[in-house]
């Protein structure tokens, strides 16, 4: 897919891995839709970027009336949807039982319904309207791309939540790659590792450090245009479909 004549729908585009991407897609040619809760983060891109390359929409990816109208003023905006990035998430860790006793049932709850519900809430309504769209030459007519964590795989201590969120975009990639193959649309999910964005900003300088030590190489935390540099390449790759990616450096997380 050409990248320079993409429209990518990106939720959490104001802050993080997702303002990477919407930055990176606006500087290649594109045109980003900001989906976010951060009025102030999304409407100062849009005066930095250029009304004409950036819509931010206010929107709760778990309401599907948000999403919808999101959406909507995407095409009235734009023409199209030819991709749709997943970015918004949020934190949260506590033990499954310990001192402060059980896990908060709410806080987990929430935490899989921002991540994991609110992900999928956006793939299938975009999905909707991707499949409106005419073929390229190989028949494509979108990209989906989500952000799991290496956490899916090695949660640590506390995670059980996040961890679980995250796992659930692990394993519906394939089956939705599968669902939306007959109408030429890709899903594929990246599994970052430790990327220097905001759910990490809330660290010390000191804890930063001590979690680079645990990353082969780049001895590092990730930029988070490397993480778009991904999102790139995976729309212009037509093979890359139903996977998931990660990029941590070769880190595996240890249990704390």
Avoid: W
């Amino acid at each position: 897919m050409d990248f320079s004549k993409s429209v990518v729908v990106v939720s959490g585009g104001a802050s993080g891995l997702g303002e990477a991407t919407v930055r990176n897609v606006v500087a290649k040619g594109g045109k980003a839709v900001i989906l976010d809760l951060n009025d102030e983060r999304g409407t100062n891109l849009v005066e930095e970027l250029g009304h004409h390359h950036v819509l931010y929409v206010k929107t709760n990816v778990v309401e599907e009336a948000d999403v919808k109208s999101a959406l909507d003023l995407t095409i009235e905006r734009f023409g199209k949807i030819t991709s749709a990035v997943n970015c918004a998430g949020i934190g949260g860790a506590q033990k499954t039982f310990g001192r402060k006793g059980p896990f908060d049932l709410a806080l987990f709850t929430n935490i899989i319904k921002v991540n994991l519900i609110g992900t999928f809430n956006v793939i299938r309504l975009a999905a909707e309207r991707m499949s409106l769209n005419d073929p390229n030459q190989d028949g494509e007519r979108g990209v989906v791309v989500n952000t799991a964590s290496a956490a899916a795989f090695e949660g640590q201590i506390g995670q059980a939540a996040y961890s679980a969120s995250k796992g659930g975009i692990v394993g519906m990639t394939l089956p939705i790659a599968r669902d939306l193959a007959d109408y030429g649309i890709r899903v594929v999910t990246i599994a970052p590792g430790l990327f220097e964005t905001p759910l990490l900003g809330r660290k010390s300088e000191e804890a930063k450090a001590a979690l680079c030590a645990g990353v082969p190489f780049p001895k590092r935390l990730g930029h988070p245009s490397e993480y778009a540099q991904l999102v790139q390449s995976i729309i212009e790759n037509p093979m890359i479909n139903g996977e998931v990616i990660r990029l941590d450096g070769a880190l595996r997380m240890q249990p704390k």
